[in-house]
């Protein structure tokens, strides 16, 4: 009885087993004869109404039924899979010669690009970069400057306040001079510059922004005179814009330096002849510095007959304005992925 039931199984599986089969048959064969109610899988419970001296041979049959079966399924699997593996390769092959989609990415920004490398020329030169806070009380960004409240000179500066009259959107870098020195407790030599955002109640126009990025420097030690603000003030231009540029000085006046001036360059668009950038006059303002005021040494612990020492100050957005021959400021502050142009230096040397 038992035995008949294998061959009816053995019968099945022959015409079963065929050559051409798909992936779904060959798992529906597998659940029909090894499933938990397979025809291979129930013969191992008739066992048990097999005869005891026929058991062994009964149990031999059906394990060979199991490896024929087992044999067929690894081998069609193999053969499938493959089969598959190849057909998904050919549908989804790449083709890499084809043009790919160009992404933009934007480049580095050119302001950035203007501070880093005013920073890399000073951090050679041993200076330090140091960093100070947007939000200033009125006693750093005024007062310890020497332009004590009510002083006229706080009317050029047409400063955002917070606070009553105490804590501002620092007007100017320049507080970064005193807490520089305060740090220093009197020790020389003191050389920084502070890169940072300053803020004035302006109305944004081509070439007024009522934020942007100013450098403040400084430089405290012995002896230091005017002279060595010139030297650095050349070094710095001729870095920025190339060795036939020139410097000059024309007295100004700053609260916080005596004697103060203005640094003008030879205009970067005609190279000094004149035109509408430098209104003719073959030369630009830059820069606002001076030699530091007694009274800015004496208040920050550093005495002024001791020491002396040169500050200067500038915005960045003028110089890379320049150096990329833009003509509004507003630029630096608009979503723009241009690519940044190429300033060639070398090509002056
Ligand atoms: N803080 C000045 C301004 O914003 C620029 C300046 C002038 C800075 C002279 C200085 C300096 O350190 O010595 O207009």
Not at 33 to 43: A, F, N, Q, R
Not at 127 to 138: K, Q, R
Not at 263 to 290: E, F, L
Request: with cysteine; proline share 4%.
């Amino acid at each position: 009885m038992e035995n008949k039931k294998i061959q009816e199984i053995k019968d099945l599986l022959q015409k079963d087993l065929v050559d051409q089969i798909s992936l779904k048959e060959l798992n529906d064969l597998k659940v029909k004869y090894l499933g938990k109610k397979g025809l291979i899988t129930e013969l191992n419970s008739e066992i048990k109404n097999v005869p005891n001296e026929e058991k062994r041979e009964f149990g031999q049959k059906v394990n060979e039924l199991r490896d024929c079966f087992n044999e067929y399924y690894d081998s069609k699997k193999e053969q499938l899979d493959l089969e598959e593996l190849n057909h998904r390769l050919e549908s989804e092959a790449v083709d890499i010669g084809l043009p790919s989609t160009v992404i933009s990415t934007g480049a580095p920004n050119i302001l950035e690009k203007v501070i880093e490398e005013v920073e890399e020329l000073f951090l050679s030169m041993g200076y330090d970069v140091v960093d100070g806070p947007e939000i200033e009380e009125d006693k750093y960004n005024f007062e310890m400057l020497n332009i004590p409240k009510g002083h006229p000179a706080r009317d050029a500066q047409d400063t955002f306040y917070i606070e009553g009259e105490e804590i501002l959107f620092r007007s100017q870098t320049s507080p970064v001079q005193v807490r520089t020195m305060l740090k220093g407790e009197g020790k020389v030599p003191i050389r920084m510059i502070c890169p940072g955002k300053t803020y004035r109640r302006d109305d944004d126009d081509a070439s007024h922004s009522h934020q942007f990025m100013q450098i403040e420097g400084l430089l405290v030690d012995k002896n230091i005179s005017l002279s060595d603000l010139k030297g650095t003030m050349d070094v710095l231009f001729k870095r920025l814009f190339g060795k036939d540029v020139e410097t000059r000085f024309r007295p100004s006046y700053y609260q916080f330096t005596e004697p103060s001036v203005e640094v003008d360059i030879t205009c970067v668009s005609c190279h000094g002849k004149g035109c509408p950038v430098c209104k003719h006059t073959g030369w630009v303002t830059v820069v606002g510095a001076g030699v530091v005021h007694p009274n800015v040494l004496r208040m920050s612990g550093y005495n002024p007959k001791e020491w002396t020492g040169f500050a200067f100050g500038f915005g960045a957005e003028r110089l890379a304005m320049m150096k990329y021959d833009i003509h509004d400021i507003r630029t630096f502050y608009n979503a723009d992925l241009r690519e940044t142009p190429v300033f060639d230096r070398e090509d002056e040397e």
